[in-house]
Structures are given as structure tokens and as C-alpha cells.
């Protein structure tokens, strides 16, 4: 985390030096120096990305592995996610039933909210 902040710092000031020999010092053409800013820019904007993703990823392991985590607070699982799925499209199923099924588990999970915030 520290190496990413110190890089984004380092070529937020290398943007910056380059710019201002390029205003006083017309050290490269102007397409060159288009170039580099642009080069340093991606560059910056590559490091941002890679800082937060890294970021995210700490922050997502850590609260998967709270166990003093309210249920509601941690990560899905895959497995939570892909439970007892309602599939319209099965045969012989109307739409009534399905959408009747879907009621009863928005009931269910109302009535849950209401004891864990009890």
C-alpha cells in the first residue's frame, strides 16, 4: 500500500517537472511531449487503479473473516447466492406461482430483518 502511494506521489511530481521544463526550458517538440504526459498520466491512472482494487480485495478478505460480524454485514458466498433459486421458466410453472413465491420469501426475509433488529 505504501509502495503505491509513494509511485502515484512520485510520478504526480515527475508530471509536473516534466510540464514545467517543457514551459521554460522547451526541452521536447510538442507531440513528444504530448506523449510523455500522456504516458505518465496512464501510467498514474494504472497505479490508482491497481491501489484500490488491492484496497477493496484487503478490505473484502477482512470482513469475510470477522466472525464478530453481524450475518448481514459479511460477504455473500456463492453458495448463499445460488441457493433454492426461483426458476420461472421451469415447466409447468405459471407465472402467478412464481411471483406467489417470491412473496412469501420477501415475507420470510422481512420477518428476519425484524429479529435481528430486535
Given at each position: 500500500?505504501?509502495?503505491?502511494?509513494?509511485?502515484?506521489?512520485?510520478?504526480?511530481?515527475?508530471?509536473?517537472?516534466?510540464?514545467?521544463a517543457q514551459l521554460w526550458l522547451n526541452v521536447w517538440r510538442a507531440d513528444t511531449f504530448v506523449k510523455i504526459e500522456i504516458t505518465i498520466g496512464a501510467v498514474?491512472?494504472?497505479?490508482?487503479?491497481?491501489?484500490?482494487?488491492?484496497?477493496?480485495?484487503?478490505?473484502?478478505?477482512?470482513?469475510?473473516?470477522?466472525?464478530?460480524?453481524?450475518?448481514?454485514?459479511?460477504?455473500?458466498?456463492?453458495?448463499?447466492?445460488?441457493?433454492?433459486?426461483?426458476?420461472?421458466?421451469?415447466?409447468?410453472?405459471?407465472?402467478?406461482?412464481?411471483?406467489?413465491?417470491?412473496?412469501?420469501?420477501?415475507?420470510?426475509?422481512?420477518?428476519?430483518?425484524?429479529?435481528?433488529?430486535?
Amino acid at each position: 500500500m505504501k509502495s503505491t502511494l509513494f509511485g502515484g506521489v512520485a510520478l504526480f511530481i515527475l508530471g509536473i517537472v516534466v510540464a514545467l521544463a517543457q514551459l521554460w526550458l522547451n526541452v521536447w517538440r510538442a507531440d513528444t511531449f504530448v506523449k510523455i504526459e500522456i504516458t505518465i498520466g496512464a501510467v498514474f491512472a494504472i497505479l490508482v487503479a491497481v491501489w484500490f482494487t488491492r484496497k477493496e480485495y484487503k478490505d473484502y478478505r477482512r470482513q469475510a473473516s470477522n466472525p464478530t460480524l453481524p450475518v448481514r454485514w459479511r460477504p455473500l458466498s456463492r453458495q448463499s447466492v445460488n441457493r433454492d433459486p426461483v426458476q420461472p421458466e421451469a415447466p409447468g410453472r405459471s407465472l402467478c406461482s412464481v411471483v406467489g413465491d417470491l412473496h412469501d420469501r420477501v415475507e420470510r426475509l422481512s420477518h428476519a430483518h425484524q429479529l435481528v433488529l430486535r
